[in-house]
């Protein structure tokens, strides 16, 4: 890994988990990775040269001390729900961003499938 950290990478991390496929109901520029149950886990963006970010769930707890970390914040419209938003742009910020990752796979995979919603 260099000082720059490519969205390539962590999707690479969380599309390892058994299941785990890669939709993009946001566009082109979010990608989400669902678990086999059709639950998203990470959903991954590129903010800018050099840097990712990911936003992963946790539970309440995990999320309180997650965000004492000065890269995590809480996640855009899912914060309610103990998600958290992990900035990488470096190494060590890597590392930390694939154990949240692995953490949120664990507590949505065994998961009832997402309801299906209706069209129309």
């Known amino acids: 890994m260099q000082d720059m950290v ?3 990478a962590l999707k690479d991390v969380a599309l390892r988990y ?4 890669e939709d993009y109901p946001f566009g082109p520029d979010d990608c989400v990775i669902k678990a086999a149950n059709g639950r998203m ?7 800018g040269p050099g840097r990712a970010a990911v936003t992963v769930k ?16 809480p996640a855009p419209y899912l914060a309610r729900h103990a998600w958290v938003a992990v900035d990488v742009a470096n190494e060590a910020e890597f590392d930390i961003a694939c154990a949240y990752i692995r953490r ?17």
Not at 41 to 47: E, I, K, N, R, V
Not at 58 to 73: G, K, N, Q, V, Y
Not at 104 to 120: H, I, M, Q
Request: hydrophobic residues 45%.
């Open 41 to 47: 886990f990470a959903l991954l963006s590129q903010p």
């Open 18 to 21: 058994e299941g785990a496929w």
């Open 58 to 73: 946790s539970t309440p707890d995990e999320a309180e001390e997650a965000l004492m970390l000065p890269f995590i914040r």
């Open 6 to 8: 490519d969205i390539d």
């Open 104 to 120: 949120s796979y664990e507590l949505v995979a065994p998961l009832k499938p997402a309801r299906a919603r209706k069209r129309g």
